[in-house]
């Protein structure tokens, strides 16, 4: 692992699969490769980690899923938001947001007088 | 499994495939896209690989959540299959009204009979009165099985004795409930006091709210006068005051200090059966004082808590062995001789059974009936439903040669059968509350707690899981008869019907009729034992009489010669009112009970000297009494003589037991041996002092008047009688009350009402287990008969081919018509054989409630089954004439 990998917190994942669907169904190893490219191979996932946040998602109803072909002609698994998902990914998001600000205005706090 | 089900199975890969496809095509990809960047196929294999984790173990996860998903996928599909099948029946039913009224309503009336009844029966009798241990509590009497009259109350000394002697009981408690003059001037009312001994708290389990409770020494003559109010008193009458204790209280012109108030909800148990504002609303200690001279007048009402383990069996050894030695205990009020003419014992039993008297047999029988009811309705139901299923049975059986399993068509035959059964579930319930409410107002005046009978949780819990037991059983009725493939639908379309399902439907009519036959005749035999009582005659003629009863404070009225001037006084007062031709007073009037007795020597009876007398009712009267109640009366009604002796009248039913077959007028009589006799100057008819089902009562009228050497106890509390022809309740009752308030303010006027309701009350019981058993019965026959005229249409339409060809051959209408009517009276007569046999095993237990007649009346049976006979006559007329004007042409055309 380089030291330039980023472990993931945990329910972070969901939120990058969801924001990997946002945009267009796609089918598993789509959704790994959307995630590693657009962290420019930062955000360091297990890819069987990434289907088992796929399967929880569908079972949750975030997600449907149907079988389709790959570009390759391959048969693959296609997943895309439900409804319900793309209204969670919006309150994932905004949560996330929040957290993020939060750490940061803490890191650049000016230090205390002693 | 079921075939669609198996070939969408082979369509749809199981999870394992799945997963196993897509985590392969994952890596696949990974790897020719790592090629493509320049690695070898080994390196680009491994590195996918490790980038993926252990592919073992994600596989298993995500098989685990795929196998989740699919498993509750499957559920929900389910559940909207099921939804699904629920409208589609909804549908079916609503647009076949012909069946689905029929059924709904049947079933309605029987689950609204039956759950009513089980109300009823289960709040009334079967709930535990609302005391602590209220097993322990038990009535007490004096059993006299040696005077006609059964049953005695205790006399204060030999309840004093018993009190200090027993080893079985808690605490026992003497008491009587009496309508007593409360308050004084403008605020001078009629309440329910009750004069009780000071162990009826502890008996009841009853405890205060404020103060004390009575004690022993609040009954002796020389104690101050105290009261203790009941919680409602106390809130209404002194709006629940904190400074209550201290106070006093006018009760029947005696000041009392009030001790002490109950806790709320304390009830005597005669209190059950009075409505809620008629409740006791003062208790007064009951004098009993162990100084008092021990005497013979058993008049009071008793009832203990027995010891803890104590039994009722014990408990009555215990009582029985003190009663044997009363004469030696208190010989100046029991003698040997006493004890052995009246056979004097003591009678226990459980208070709740002495509440509710013959009451509960009497519920316990509607209950019964209402469940026949119910097994008729039941039975018709499941007719309707064979029927509908024989309908169906082609379509039912095209389904299952499509491929539908068994399951998918219960589900489909018990949508439509829950969506009868529940509602009318629900139905019933509604048309028992209604019920109730008609229940209550027509039961005996003595029904405890009717007014607090209600639809309870148990029965709406009962109700449902009957409801849903029927629907059940209905819908998968022909369930088990659906063969699947294409032999079943081969045959399926011929119109012959199954047997076994015309014998089941043959015998279901069998079992209704037999039913209602002995529901009929249960019903019969009450309405015929209720026409024997009312054809009995009363001895009086109550029309046109008016009757009300008056209570003088005592205060005011201590000597029986006050009581009687007073009472003269009134009477003259009334006859001057206008439209009341005579007007009398009586110490107690025929039909409405009567207490206690008197010690009574006929002379020349034959009776054994020094022995104790029989001990029989002394009425005193005024001297138009008989005139007023219209009883025969042969020679000078009872009067006092210039000596300041009587003059006497005996019942003819006295005459006849002591002076047989001779003049009992010229004779003699005194009261215990002692007295100086009087002389007897006339006889009076007969009347019943308790009800028009007892005995015709042996009894001595006495003058009002008060007599030198002895009096006899006279009341404070009389009965008026008033002969005014067209007078009613309305028209007279300002009038009266105006005349008795002229003369004393405080004196009240109480329970006005005409002298037939006195008659008629004391057949309430009667009048309401008939009229009970007349509806349940009505009800039963209704629907019996609607089955019948089902099932014998059914029948005919299925033989119509037949009876066509049989036509079409030369056979005449009416031996066609004869046919059908024969197979229908062969069914009534096989229900009625079976019903009459079942009555006369089941009639026996409405024997207690006949009155001249027998449980197995052959009059009332025969009259029954006469009955049925004719109306199945009626009810397969119309399909009988269906059959005569069979068309034959058309009928061999659609066959």
Redesign the interface.
């Known amino acids: 692992m380089s030291p330039h990998e980023l472990d993931l917190l945990q329910g972070t994942l969901d939120v990058l699969v969801l924001r990997a669907l946002s945009i267009t169904p796609r ?3 789509a959704v ?2 959307f995630i590693r490219d657009r962290s420019d191979g930062k955000l360091r996932v ?4 990434l ?2 946040a796929l ?2 998602l ?2 949750r109803g975030w997600l449907a899923a149907e079988w389709g072909r ?1 570009e ?1 002609g ?4 296609f997943y895309r938001l439900t409804p319900t998902g793309r209204r969670a990914l919006r309150a994932e998001a905004d949560h996330w947001a929040e957290y993020v600000a939060a750490v940061a205005r803490v890191l650049r706090a000016p230090p205390e007088p002693a | 499994m079921s075939g669609w089900r198996r070939a969408f199975r082979l369509v749809r890969p199981s999870a394992e495939v ?1 997963v196993g ?3 392969h ?2 890596l ?3 790897t020719v ?1 790592l090629e493509a960047q320049g690695m070898g196929r080994e390196a680009a294999r491994a590195q996918a690989l490790e ?5 073992q ?2 596989r298993r ?2 098989v685990a ?2 196998r ?2 699919a498993a ?1 996928r499957r559920r929900s599909e389910q559940w909207y299959h099921a939804v699904q099948e629920l409208r589609y029946a909804a549908r079916r039913i609503a647009r076949q009204p012909g069946f689905s009224v029929p059924a709904l309503s049947t079933l309605v009336i029987g689950i609204g009979a039956a759950a009513a009844l089980f109300t009823v029966l289960q709040q009334v009798v079967l709930a535990p009165l609302p005391y602590p241990d209220p097993d322990r509590l038990v009535r007490l009497r004096s059993a006299v099985p040696g005077v006609g009259n059964a049953h005695w109350g205790l006399a204060k000394a030999q309840f004093l004795y018993y009190e200090r002697e027993t080893r079985s009981f808690e605490a026992l408690a003497l008491y009587r409930i009496e309508q007593t003059p409360v308050g004084s001037g403008a605020d001078a009312r009629v309440a329910a006091v009750a004069l009780t001994s000071s162990g009826m708290a502890p008996a009841l389990g009853a405890r205060m709210a404020r103060g004390r409770a009575l004690r022993p020494a609040d009954g002796f003559d020389a104690a101050e006068p105290v009261v203790v109010l009941s919680h409602r008193t106390w809130r209404r009458d002194f709006e629940g005051s904190e400074s209550i204790l201290g106070r006093t209280l006018r009760v029947d012109g005696i000041a009392r200090t009030v001790v002490g108030v109950l806790e709320p909800g304390v009830r005597l148990p005669e209190e059950f059966a009075l409505p809620g504002d008629a409740a006791v609303e003062l208790w007064v200690p009951l004098p009993l004082d162990p100084s008092e001279v021990p005497r013979n007048n058993h008049t009071y009402r008793a009832l203990g808590r027995l010891q803890p383990h104590a039994s009722l069996q014990a408990a009555h050894a215990d009582l029985s062995r003190l009663s044997e030695a009363l004469p030696s205990a208190l010989p100046q009020a029991y003698t040997a001789t006493f004890m052995r003419e009246t056979g004097f014992s003591p009678a226990l039993e459980p208070l709740r059974d002495a509440l509710l008297g013959t009451l509960g047999r009497v519920l316990w029988i509607l209950f019964g009936a209402a469940l026949l009811v119910l097994l008729v309705a039941c039975a018709n139901v499941t007719n309707l439903f064979l029927a509908r299923h024989e309908v169906r049975r082609h379509e039912l059986t095209v389904r299952a040669a499509l491929g539908a399993g068994r399951r998918s068509i219960a589900l489909y035959l018990l949508g439509e059968a829950w969506l009868i059964a529940l509602p009318a579930g629900a139905l019933g319930l509604a048309l028992a509350g209604a019920g109730l409410r008609v229940l209550v107002t027509m039961s005996p005046s003595d029904f405890p707690r009717a007014a607090e009978v209600h639809l309870g949780l148990s029965t709406v819990a009962a109700v449902f899981l009957f409801a849903m037991a029927a629907g059940t059983l209905l819908g998968l009725l022909p369930v088990w008869r659906i063969r699947e493939g294409p032999a079943a639908l081969a045959d399926s379309g011929r119109g012959s019907p199954a047997p076994a399902r015309a014998a089941l439907r043959r015998a279901l009519v069998v079992a209704q009729v037999a039913l209602s036959l002995v529901l009929l005749a249960g019903a019969g035999l009450l309405l015929r034992s209720f026409r024997g009582l009312t054809a009995v005659p009363t001895g009086i003629d109550a029309r046109e009489v008016l009757t009300f009863n008056v209570a003088l404070p005592w205060g005011r009225y201590q000597a029986p010669a006050a009581f009687a001037e007073f009472y003269l006084r009134m009477l003259d007062r009334m006859r001057q009112v206008p439209g009341i031709q005579e007007a009398a007073v009586a110490t107690a009037l025929p039909m409405s009970g009567y207490d206690g007795c008197s010690l009574v020597v006929p002379h020349d009876a034959g009776l054994e000297p020094r022995g104790q007398p029989p001990c029989l009712p002394v009425i005193q009267v005024s001297e138009g009494y008989f005139r007023v109640m219209g009883i025969p009366l042969r020679g000078p009604p009872p009067a006092r003589t210039p000596a300041l002796r009587a003059t006497v009248t005996v019942s003819e039913a006295f005459a006849h037991r002591f002076w047989p077959a001779q003049e009992p007028v010229g004779r003699r009589l005194g009261q215990g041996w002692r007295a100086d006799p009087e002389q007897v100057t006339a006889v009076a008819g007969d009347v019943r002092l308790i009800s028009p089902g007892s005995a015709p009562s042996e009894v001595v009228y006495f003058p009002i008047e008060p007599l030198q050497f002895y009096t006899p106890w006279l009341s404070p509390f009389i009965r008026v009688v008033l002969r005014a022809p067209g007078a009613t309740v309305a028209s007279h009752g300002p009038l009266i009350r105006q005349a008795v308030g002229e003369l004393d303010s405080e004196v009240p006027v109480m329970d006005l009402q005409p002298m037939q309701a006195i008659v008629e009350a004391s057949m309430t019981q009667e009048r309401f287990a008939m009229s009970l058993l007349g509806l349940a019965s009505a009800a039963a026959l209704a629907l019996s008969l609607l089955g019948l005229y089902g099932v014998i249409s059914y029948l005919v339409s299925q033989r119509l081919l037949e009876l066509s060809i049989r036509l079409a051959l030369g056979a005449r209408a009416d031996a066609v018509g004869r046919l059908v009517l024969w197979q229908s009276f062969r069914l009534a007569l096989t229900g009625i054989v079976l019903g009459l046999a079942a009555t006369i095993g089941l009639t026996r237990l409405l024997q207690s409630q006949l009155f001249g007649v027998s449980p197995t009346d052959p009059l009332t049976l025969g009259g029954v089954a006469a009955l049925l006979v004719v109306l199945t006559g009626a009810a397969s007329w119309v399909p009988a004439r269906r059959a005569m004007r069979t068309e034959p042409i058309r009928a061999l055309r659609s066959s």
Do not use: N, Q, W
């Open positions: 089918h598993g190893y790994a490769r297990l890819d069987g980690a289907y088992t399967h929880r569908e079972e790959a390759t391959k048969r693959a698994k | 799945d496809e897509e985590v095509f994952h696949e990809s990974r896209d980038e993926f984790g252990d592919p173990a994600f996860e995500l959540i795929d989740r998903m509750r």
